[in-house]
């Protein structure tokens, strides 16, 4: 994200670190569904996903902008 306008912003920095530590959540719960239920890996997947939904639109919002 170093071209990104507010690459310089501490608070972009660690927007952008939380949401690719997220992404890498999820990365790591893939590799784990063939040792879950459905209802736990589902559970698990979509509080990730909610996380970094809400991570995104926090940049987004930062970043200036328009949120739908």
């Known amino acids: 994200?170093?071209?990104r306008a507010g690459?310089?912003?501490p608070q972009l920095a660690a927007l952008y670190k939380d949401k690719f530590a997220i992404e890498d959540q999820i990365e790591q719960l893939r590799t784990k569904k063939a040792t879950m239920t459905a209802d736990?890996?589902?559970d698990a997947l979509e509080e990730?996903?909610?996380q970094l939904a809400r991570k995104?639109?926090?940049i987004r919002e930062i970043e200036g902008r328009k949120v739908q």
């Open 56 to 58: 995104a639109k926090t």
């Open 7 to 9: 690459a310089n912003d």
């Open 1 to 3: 994200f170093g071209t």
């Open 40 to 42: 736990a890996y589902d």
């Open 48 to 50: 990730l996903l909610v």
